[in-house]
């Protein structure tokens, strides 16, 4: 075994765990060079009791991974009860495999994980479990045979004898990966069809080994007959202090959109002529023992989108152990989803610029901020510098600009949600995907945003008038109402009636269908909607758009008449077709010559 053995004079006590504790601090710059000398990480956290493990937020196994901060924790008072505190390299040099190898970040845990839940129909929710054995058998692997490390031993050492079939199928697995002899790990029955089994997992492991994301959606559906009856309930106890890669904290990015062969590549490795060795035309091969054919279906054909819906996005951030409620979700789902399509929001002239003019100096005194001192004329004053008292400062004053200055437009943003539409929550609302575009582009270039989300009467949600809070704009934009149909009118009337001549141009945007006509009926003080359009119109300074969804070449006197009398009415077929109109928004309506 490799390690230094701690005299176990008082195994159990604190006093011997924090012997370890020194004995395993030691042994970390050689943990570290397993995977490279030039390895880099911050010290572990070794924790001496359960409770302190707890506060790292180490649940139930004796390690963990955080990629977040990229740390390792380490429950040594679990390690010392379980008789593993000699295995140092071997324990601390997996932990950072997970770090170095597999996954690596957040984003390919993520990737991992949704390309093994279409693998595992029925049982999505047990694919972090299969990717943590998956990633630790490219681990160990890797440093059994490439580091001369007892991997075996640790698993010797959990004394797990169990007749589980997947606990068989996994040990039998590392038995053929480092040419062990039958029964060296494996205590269970050992029949056609596990043997058959290991023998693929194995090959799988060492083909897919360099691109070992390709391969994870294969693993998982290997283990996919292991899992129907019971979920795999006994490995998952016996493993429960191995369980170190499972709650790896943080939210990944890049998990809205579905990748390229993340579904196609959630098949059974007999069907993998990689692996398999026979043509894709040849008819499927059947594992030696089978009483069927490999399981082939498990993924569904192929959808014509490229992205998740927000429920199944949700799902996949469950199974991550991410605890965010569906609101918070679709927060999540729709920045994402927006962030490649922003483009710049656009700025309108304003008068001609003041540039700045250096004038006189003035003395610089204690208090003030150190980068308004003038050090080249102080020190031209005295070349001993006193602070407060030969210190000095340039005083600046300003002249008018030949060129104009650029102010961005403040976006007022109504979007309809009544009963007709989706809820952003649980399907794609392209209403609120459009929304999103255009208030994000907004705020990227320092305008300010107010979203409001309606339906019937006294139904809405709004912001706290024109903010620059992105989380609290995307919190509008993605709740639910769903009732009838009613346009705001008395926010628009409010929102502009307290507009000053000084405030920042304002565009007006309303995106809707043919319920928006209702936004020129008369509020709830008889006021004309008319008046109130023109009125913020008017006040805004900014221009006003309604984007509809309308069947083609349908006519309505009131739209007629609001194109008339300044508004731009623009005109989609379709939801989808929300996103171009988003993109394109900026540049053909408000983008200045």
């Not at 990737?111 to 093994?116: D, K, N, Q, S, W």
């Not at 589980?164 to 039998?172: I, K, N």
């Not at 150190?370 to 030969?390: F, H, K, M, N, Q």
């Not at 909607?529 to 009131?558: E, I, K, S």
Request: hydrophobic fraction near 40%; aromatic fraction near 8%; charged fraction near 20%.
């Amino acid at each position: 075994m490799s390690g230094s053995p701690v005299a176990p004079d008082s195994a159990g006590t604190t006093d011997h765990v924090a012997v370890v504790a020194d004995a395993w601090r030691a042994r970390w710059p050689e943990a570290l060079a397993q995977w490279s000398r030039f390895t880099r990480l911050h010290e572990p956290r070794l924790c001496l009791t359960g409770a302190e493990a707890a506060a790292e937020g180490l649940r139930d196994s004796f390690a963990m991974i955080r990629m977040n901060d990229q740390s390792v924790v380490i429950d040594l008072a679990q390690v010392v009860a379980l008789g593993l505190e000699d295995h140092p390299l071997e324990i601390l040099g997996h932990e950072i495999g997970h770090h170095v190898l597999c996954p690596a970040n957040l984003g390919d845990q993520g990737r991992m994980v949704a390309r093994m839940g279409w693998a595992l129909p029925g049982k999505e929710h047990l694919a972090p479990f299969i990717g943590n054995l998956y990633a630790d058998l490219l681990i160990n692997d890797r440093l059994q045979r490439g580091q001369g490390l007892t991997m075996a031993d640790v698993y010797r050492r959990l004394g797990a004898d169990s007749p589980d079939r997947m606990w068989t199928f996994y040990l039998r697995t590392y038995e053929v990966l480092w040419r062990l002899d039958r029964g060296t790990l494996a205590t269970g029955p050992i029949d056609a069809r596990i043997d058959s089994d290991a023998q693929l997992g194995a090959r799988l492991l060492r083909s897919y080994a360099r691109r070992w994301l390709e391969g994870s959606g294969r693993f998982a559906a290997l283990c996919y007959p292991y899992l129907e009856d019971d979920d795999g309930a006994d490995i998952r106890r016996i493993l429960a202090p191995l369980r170190d890669a499972e709650h790896a904290g943080g939210v990944p990015s890049g998990l809205v959109e579905i990748e390229p062969g993340e579904q196609a590549g959630a098949i059974h490795p007999a069907l993998d002529p990689d692996l398999s060795g026979v043509s894709p035309s040849a008819p499927a091969p059947r594992p030696v023992g089978a009483t069927s054919a490999p399981v082939e279906p498990v993924a569904p054909p192929a959808r014509g989108g490229q992205f998740r819906e927000p429920f199944e996005y949700g799902a996949l951030l469950r199974s991550l152990g991410i605890d965010l409620d569906d609101h918070e979700v679709a927060i999540r789902y729709y920045r994402e989803r927006a962030m490649d399509q922003l483009i710049p929001f656009p700025t309108v002239a304003v008068p001609a610029s003041n540039e700045p003019v250096p004038e006189g100096l003035v003395p610089w005194s204690l208090g003030a901020d150190l980068d308004d001192i003038d050090w080249l004329e102080s020190l031209a004053r005295s070349p001993v510098v006193i602070p407060g008292l030969t210190t000095l400062q340039r005083e600046w004053g300003t002249s008018e600009g030949t060129d104009p200055g650029r102010e961005p437009l403040d976006l007022d943003l109504y979007v309809d949600c009544s009963g007709s539409m989706p809820n952003p929550q649980v399907t794609v609302s392209y209403l609120t995907l459009a929304g999103a575009i255009v208030a994000l582009s907004a705020l990227r270039v320092g305008g300010r945003v107010q979203a409001t989300l309606w339906s019937g009467p006294g139904q809405y949600d709004t912001t706290s008038g024109f903010v620059s809070d992105e989380h609290q704009v995307l919190a509008v934009l993605t709740g639910f109402i769903g009732g009838s149909t009613a346009f705001p009118i008395h926010v628009l009337r409010d929102t502009f009636a307290a507009r000053r001549p000084t405030d920042r141009p304002a565009h007006v945007l309303v995106i809707s269908d043919d319920g928006v006509t209702t936004m020129f009926a008369r509020d709830e003080r008889g006021n004309d909607g008319w008046d109130v359009a023109a009125m913020a119109l008017t006040r805004g300074r900014g221009g006003g758009t309604l984007v509809l969804n309308l069947p083609p070449g349908w006519v309505d006197p009131d739209l007629e008449r609001a194109a008339a009398t300044g508004w731009a009415v623009e005109r989609v077929q379709t939801w989808d077709q929300l996103v171009a109109f988003a993109r394109a928004f900026s540049r053909r309506t408000f983008v200045q010559p």
